[in-house]
């Protein structure tokens, strides 16, 4: 359990004490505030548990104390008048008492001055912007009055509800779930709920959603759009159950990170069984969609990986304005702009709702063609976007950027054995745009050939080599210049694509749903690579990635397979492909995650998904 340290006597009246009781701490007044005596009774405290040294004048809304003191995600943490410290926060906070206390004018606060000397001691503080929420440190009767008046005129409880929702969202969400599922929110936290509980709920309906939609009859239909609409509902609840309780962990940034994608995967499976079993809704005889919700999975990854990329490339570039930004921000003052552009782009919450209602009304082949068209002018819209910005901006690749990049690319044995044979030659390509003509050469290379050259011959097989040999060319050097962000998504298009082609060509029964797996299972682990990336702490080892075969390696048994293997002969090695890697990428992504060192990373952007 957490102990609070007071500094000093409590004040008569004061509700302090058992505000912090509430917030889950044993409260400790200390015999003197000398820093022999705090130090001992820091030192004396299990190793494993937080310590807070408060101002007994502290007046302060409870979720002001909540938000400095309680927050998981942050190891040291202050507002005025008390300070916090997490186990491996705490030896800085002993070093900083004396500091503190030896000033030679006493502070008008201890733990500001703790705060204070740790900050100067190259210890992270953070200090939440608290907003319209009181903490102040009273001197004296006036003070404390007139901060307890501040107090009683702001409503925490709302403010608390307000700040449990994103701050930028989608039109949908805004609008339509948001008003009322932080209520929701509220209600599963007063019951004791925890996010990850509420985010499993979101999974499980979904999946039931996706097995209405496998029946292919319109109840199964109608009922499956209710109920992806209502897994969306607690999909953004599990959020702002986080963040109104602050209940942020390693597992839940797990499971936000990939049931979102698992969720909406899981139902374009279902609704291509659906419309097979709809006797394509009485046309007489089944209706094959496969292809088209592996086209969607293919579409809706590809532009994710189009984001992720550009986002890693950049957000720490320096020098990282241009004309296009410039633009943005421009528009972003006129109201109705902003909320057209986020609705363009076809975030989650709006894809869903299309996805839900088209599913209730229409057949599976209408949801992906929508999908298909409206993912597809999403995509165009964006890339063309960041295009402008790549190439009017004047920014300097970091380093770190540099590595994001290349293990984003998630190259294997053949791609880097090339890139080692084809430094020379790579030095020589243009710095602007040398990396991503070679993967995009690379990708037209393999593509086409797989698309229109006899199916079963050898030709794909060549390409998939050569494939192969312009990766390594693209990742020779380092990935630095203002478009190399693209070599990533154009390998994933690649891979994904060449999956995809083969598969439909095949004609071969079960061979789409195979690849459909496929695809699911290499998609989950470039996502894990993004989220690892992200929480700082890089991509999966590089063992697993060269034991998966890395995408040209893919690639190659891919088309390989499709070479020697005849009939059902194609089906039985995509099934195991996937099954392998699906067991490969989960052990080694579940160790990681449910490990201590795991960072805990939730999406507070509001980016769209």
């Avoid at 009273?138 to 994103?166: H, I, N, T, Y």
Wanted: contains cysteine; hydrophobic residues 50%; neutral net charge.
């Amino acid at each position: 359990m957490p102990t609070a340290i007071l500094t000093g006597p409590p004040v008569a009246g004061s509700q302090l004490e058992g505000d912090l009781r509430s917030l889950g701490f044993t409260v400790h007044t200390p015999d003197t505030a000398a820093e022999d005596d705090l130090t001992a009774r820091i030192a004396g405290l299990p190793a494993g548990e937080r310590v807070a040294l408060v101002d007994p004048r502290l007046v302060a809304h409870r979720h002001a104390l909540r938000l400095a003191l309680t927050d998981p995600r942050f190891p040291a943490a202050a507002v005025p008048g008390a300070v916090t410290a997490q186990p491996e926060a705490r030896p800085a906070l002993l070093a900083a008492l004396p500091a503190a206390t030896g000033a030679p004018h006493p502070p008008k606060s201890l733990p500001d001055a703790v705060a204070d000397a740790m900050t100067a001691a190259g210890e992270p503080v953070q200090r939440p912007d608290l907003g319209v929420l009181v903490a102040a440190v009273a001197a004296g009767p006036a003070e404390r009055d007139a901060s307890l008046a501040a107090v009683a005129a702001v409503d925490d409880e709302q403010v608390r509800l307000r700040s449990a929702v994103k701050a930028r969202d989608g039109f949908f969400t805004t609008y339509c779930v948001s008003p009322y599922s932080r209520y929701l929110a509220r209600w599963c936290a007063r019951r004791g709920l925890t996010p990850n509980q509420v985010t499993t709920a979101s999974l499980v309906t979904a999946l039931i959603a996706a097995a209405c939609a496998a029946t292919g009859t319109r109840p199964g239909f109608v009922a499956a759009g209710v109920l992806l609409l209502a897994s969306f509902v607690l999909d953004c609840t599990d959020g702002q159950l986080a963040r109104y309780s602050l209940q942020y962990s390693t597992m839940g940034a797990w499971l936000d990170a990939t049931f979102d994608r698992a969720k909406e995967y899981a139902f374009y499976a279902g609704l291509a069984l659906g419309a097979a079993n709809a006797g394509g809704m009485g046309s007489g005889g089944g209706d094959d969609v496969w292809a088209l919700a592996l086209g969607a999975m293919v579409l809706q990854t590809v532009r994710h990986v189009v984001d992720f990329s550009f986002n890693e490339a950049n957000h720490d570039a320096t020098a990282n304005t241009s004309p296009t930004a410039a633009l943005s921000d421009r528009l972003d003052s006129v109201g109705w702009t902003v909320w057209a552009r986020r609705m363009i782009v076809l975030p989650i919450g709006e894809r869903w709702a299309m996805i839900a209602v088209l599913t209730a009304l229409t057949t599976p082949r209408v949801v992906f063609l929508a999908l298909l068209i409206g993912c597809a002018f999403a995509a165009c819209y964006t890339t063309a976007g960041r295009l402008l910005r790549s190439v009017t901006r004047r920014a300097t690749r970091t380093e770190r950027a540099e590595r994001a990049l290349a293990e984003l690319a998630g190259p294997g044995p053949l791609a880097e054995a090339s890139a080692r044979l084809l430094r020379g030659p790579a030095k020589r390509l243009p710095a602007s745009f040398g990396a991503p003509a070679a993967a995009l050469l690379g990708s037209a290379l393999l593509v086409p050939v797989a698309a229109f050259t006899p199916y079963g011959s050898g030709w794909p097989v060549l390409a998939a080599l050569g494939y192969a040999l312009f990766s390594g060319l693209a990742l020779a050097r380092p990935l630095g210049g203002p478009l190399d962000w693209l070599v990533p998504p154009l390998f994933r298009a690649a891979e994904y694509g060449t999956v995809l082609v083969l598969a439909a060509r095949s004609e071969v029964n079960g061979a789409l749903p195979a690849a459909f797996g496929l695809v699911a299972a290499v998609a989950y682990h470039h996502y894990d690579t993004v989220y690892r990336i992200r929480g700082g702490t890089g991509a999966p080892p590089r063992a697993l990635v060269r034991a998966i075969g890395g995408h040209e390696g893919r690639v190659l048994v891919v088309t390989a397979a499709a070479a020697v293997t005849h009939d059902t002969g194609f089906t039985m090695v995509l099934t195991a492909l996937a099954a392998v890697l699906a067991l490969a990428v989960l052990i080694e992504s579940i160790r990681f995650w449910v490990s201590s060192g795991a960072p805990a990373v939730h999406d507070e952007t509001g980016e769209p998904a």
